[in-house]
């Protein structure tokens, strides 16, 4: 697979090495990159040989079969540029952290975003599951998005996108590349308050110290996953090197040497267990992708 980029290009790469869960089979070929330009020489490359295609952000909330992944993994890493556009706007690309976002913002005395200051990964994949905390929602401040769609590069406001909690839906195929948020005006003490708030709620719930993905389950309407996950009596219950953690039962950890096919089968263990003690079908937070070795 002859293609050439600006940026990095890894053959049979260990997604292990890029999820926050520290699991996952090779991608045929892993590529970073630089910018959009590089981005399009990489979409048409992949397109003219016909080679299947996976945009990812920073792996924070993605589960890699053992198997691996056929053809390419696009990572948008290097896309993590934020700048100013215009009054209250501020336009940051998909691989910025949404903390970087949230510090950008302070300096110039604009907030609304707090609530994402303690949720690890990047503002593309913030607005992909339309992240959120305490109620809000990062698609509330959203004005726009910048996609690549079948090679054409093109802004779309929120008010033609299709989302709710914990999900945004976009056409099969489009990248996310930039988003633009219209912030409301906030002195930098409460942003710092709000961030530091965030940070001591976060650092008692969710400091399982182990990698972890995050939350996996979603929150069923009007009940909590962790606490349907308690009721079933699943709290430390462990699969090869997957465990539910003892410190937040939403959370699946890697106790060290877990592969993904732990993670599944635990989660299965998770959903049925749960299904049993209380109806409720839960479903996975957490994105599933790749193939069975």
């Known amino acids: 697979m002859e293609i ?20 996952g089979g090779a991608a045929d070929l892993y590529a970073e990159p630089e910018d959009a330009d590089d981005l399009l020489t990489l979409v048409r490359a992949l397109k003219d040989r016909q080679v299947p295609w996976l945009a990812i952000g920073r792996g924070y909330n993605l589960l890699v ?50 609530f994402i200051s303690g949720i690890p990964g990047s503002v593309g994949g913030a607005v992909k599951m339309n992240a959120g905390a305490y109620g809000s929602g990062i698609m509330e401040r959203l004005e726009s998005l910048t996609l690549l769609q079948e090679g054409t590069v093109a802004e779309y406001p929120r008010e033609q996108l299709q989302y709710g909690y914990r999900h945004l839906t976009l056409p099969t195929g489009a990248i996310v590349l930039a988003a633009l948020f219209k912030l ?3 002195e930098p003490q409460q942003t710092e308050e709000d961030i530091r708030k965030d940070a001591e709620l976060r650092g ?13 389950f979603k929150n069923p309407s009007g ?38 096919a732990d ?12 299904f049993n003690a209380s109806g409720v079908k839960l479903e996975e937070e957490v994105r599933i992708v790749g193939e069975e070795p």
Not at 14 to 20: F, I, K, N, Q
């Open 204 to 216: 008692s719930k969710h400091n399982v110290g182990f990698p972890s993905a995050g939350s996996f």
């Open 65 to 114: 079969r053992d198997g691996g992944i056929r053809g390419a993994v696009i990572s948008l890493a290097r896309f993590n540029r934020i700048s100013e556009a215009g009054e209250r706007l501020i336009r940051a690309e998909a691989g910025a952290e949404n903390l970087a976002l949230v510090r950008f913002a302070q300096e110039r005395g604009l907030g609304g975003i707090g």
């Open 263 to 274: 993670f599944l089968e635990l989660a299965r263990l998770v959903r049925e267990a749960v």
């Open 4 to 23: 050439s980029i600006r940026g990095q290009l890894l053959y049979n790469e260990p997604m292990s090495r890029h999820t926050s869960l520290r699991v």
């Open 184 to 186: 409301v005006p906030c």
């Open 223 to 260: 009940q909590a996953a962790w606490r349907l996950i308690d009721h079933a009596g699943l709290r430390g219950t462990t699969v090869g090197g997957a465990q539910v953690s003892e410190v937040h039962s939403n959370f699946l950890i890697n106790r060290g040497g877990a592969t993904a």
